[in-house]
């Protein structure tokens, strides 16, 4: 069960920020024993690829912070971050083998599909919510906004593998968010 939400969690933290949690699992696993990866993952904490996650990562927060270019960004992130929030599920979940999760290790490849459909969803209302949001602020409320999913990101890659149960408290709070968000984009879009 904490395998899975560790996985759900850092999958939505992919969601808003591809590079974050890839980022945050590999210098963990490095630093501490709270992070194990197994074999087929220690690729992900080798400093070479950290080195190149982390120039990725600088780009994606500076280009995420400009009005426009942050658009043109998530479509180019609609491939990237629903794969990296399968790599971080599965990785997780691969990880639980070591923990003898047995749902995890009789299903392997579902939780591939469960990190892309968890960061894939949040991805989808970042990018439908940006445009509103840059339209709505004459574009001042892109580097604001761009900030809080940043935070977001790290915060929730954090809970995610240090206090896993909290993470079904995020996923509240972020199916409240996505419920505001859409009523506020309809609300826009209906004819007065």
């Keep these: 069960m904490f395998a899975t939400l560790t996985g759900i969690g850092l999958s939505t933290a992919a969601g808003l920020n591809a590079y974050i949690p890839l980022l945050v699992v590999g210098v963990l696993a490095n630093l501490t ?21 982390a120039v990725l990562l600088l780009a994606e927060v500076v280009l995420d912070k400009i009005p426009a270019v942050d658009s043109v960004n998530d479509i180019i992130q ?29 299903n392997p490849w579902l939780s591939w599909v469960l990190g892309i459909v968890v960061a894939l969803a949040v991805h989808a209302l970042k990018s439908t919510a940006r445009p509103v949001v840059n339209v709505g602020t004459a574009g001042v409320g ?18 995610a ?23 506020k984009v309809r609300r826009r879009r209906a004819p007065s």
């Design 142 to 159: 892109a580097p604001v906004v761009s900030t809080m999913e940043d935070a977001g990101s790290l915060g929730v890659s954090l809970v």
């Design 33 to 53: 024993d709270k992070v194990k990866l197994p074999d087929g993952y220690a690729w992900l904490s080798n400093w070479g690829v950290l080195a190149v996650i």
């Design 78 to 106: 609609t491939a990237v971050r629903p794969a990296s929030g399968g790599v971080v599920f599965s990785a997780t979940s691969a990880a639980a083998e070591l923990d003898q999760s047995t749902w995890m290790t009789e």
């Design 161 to 183: 593998i240090f206090l896993p149960l909290l993470v079904i408290l995020v996923l509240i709070a972020g199916a409240l968010l996505a419920w505001w968000v859409v009523r």
